[in-house]
């Protein structure tokens, strides 16, 4: 158990629809990044917030955002679904030490549009 | 763009024998690899990490991984395979300016143990 949780462990939903996957970090993690793994894609670098704020970037879509709240937890919202957003959404929470940093995985959640 | 390569997307060993999963990076600065293993519906798990120092590293499970720099690998060896071993592997490189940081991952190793 790595001590980073996601709700839910499952979710199915229909396309055209909007779904929020949320994250705690382990305690005392102040840094909270997000994952997509497909078939097709691999695993695919989101997003990293960092004590509240935005701090990277990656191939995310505009049709999904994310926000790290006050607590620290995150959510990863996902709108107008579509069927190749099906997908494993990991999130990961470091507690970041610079170059020693190391990031520690939840269960995931699997999505799946249908 | 730092990046990674695994080589061979299936590995098939005998249980008993040595274990070899390999992955070459690419960086234009010191590199920071990790190996993490996915086990059957599960999430990703840290096997070990390489940041700075010795180039040996002993992870978990007995799974220990080599920096060449040299080479530019990063590979991944165990003595002696065992059959919960079967799982897919995937080998990472950080990247991180500031606080801003991410992980690119290569695109996975499936081992197959078999008696």
């Known amino acids: 158990d790595s001590g980073v949780t996601q709700t839910p462990k499952h979710l199915i939903t229909a396309t055209g629809q909007r779904v929020t996957l949320r994250c705690s970090p382990r305690s005392g993690d102040l840094s909270v990044y997000w994952y997509q793994q497909s078939l097709d894609q691999g695993l695919q670098f989101l997003i990293q917030?960092?004590?509240?704020?935005?701090?990277a970037k990656g191939n995310i879509l505009e049709r999904f955002s994310a926000q790290q709240f006050p607590d620290l937890h995150s959510e990863l919202n996902l709108s107008s679904l579509e069927l190749g957003d099906s997908a494993l959404y990991f999130c990961?929470?470091?507690?970041?030490?610079?170059?020693?940093?190391?990031?520690?995985f939840g269960p995931g959640t699997r999505l799946t549009v249908l | 763009a730092q990046s990674v390569t695994q080589l061979g997307s299936h590995v098939s060993v005998s249980e008993g024998a040595l274990v070899l999963l390999r992955c070459n990076y690419s960086s234009s600065v010191p590199p920071y690899l990790f190996w993490y293993v996915q086990y059957p519906n599960q999430g990703l798990q840290l096997l070990l990490k390489y940041t700075t120092g010795a180039t040996l590293v002993k992870g978990i499970n007995g799974f220990e991984a080599e920096f060449k720099k040299s080479e530019t690998s990063f590979h991944l060896t165990k003595p002696s395979a065992h059959m919960s071993d079967a799982a897919e592997y995937f080998c990472?490189?950080?990247?991180?300016?500031?606080?801003?940081?991410?992980?690119?991952f290569g695109t996975g190793t499936r081992l197959q143990v078999t008696l």
């Open positions: 990472a490189v950080r990247t991180y300016t500031g606080t801003a940081s991410k992980l690119t």
């Open positions: 990961a929470s470091s507690v970041y030490r610079g170059r020693e940093d190391t990031q520690y």
């Open positions: 917030y960092y004590n509240g704020e935005e701090r």
